[in-house]
Nanobody, 113 residues
Framework: QVQLVESGGGLVQGGGSTRLSCAASGSIFSINTMAWYRQAPGKQRELVAT???????VYADSVKGRFIISRDNTKNTMYLQMNRLKPEDTAVYYC???????WGQGTQVTVSS
């Protein structure tokens, strides 16, 4: 029943920063682990980061030290702060509830060189 809407994508210069948001509608957001995924053209969708109900986080090696996943349970919203962006970060970014859940529509992030 949960619905997810990603936003915040756009064009950013390499080395810059931006923040993505994932707004969830549903009554059980606060107790679920949430995740950010991304999919580049011609590539399979990959896991970027997760955050559980207690705030513990896990990051893919490719983004560790640059991205920060967070959540605000009072707003039913998850965030992905993206710093020191690289062209290889260019992808459509999706949020999802784990271990199973629907996909949002995704938001495009394009990083110029």
């Amino acid at each position: 029943q949960v619905q997810l809407v990603e936003s915040g994508g756009g064009l950013v210069q390499g080395g810059g920063s931006t923040r993505l948001s994932c707004a969830a509608s549903g009554s059980i957001f606060s107790i679920n682990t949430m995740a950010w995924y991304r999919q580049a053209p011609g590539k399979q969708r990959e896991l970027v980061a997760t955050i559980n109900s207690g705030g513990s986080t896990v990051y893919a090696d490719s983004v560790k030290g640059r991205f920060i996943i967070s959540r605000d349970n009072t707003k039913n919203t998850m965030y992905l702060q993206m710093n020191r962006l690289k062209p290889e970060d260019t992808a459509v970014y999706y949020c999802r509830q784990l271990p199973i859940g629907p996909w949002g529509q995704g938001t495009q992030v394009t990083v110029s060189s």
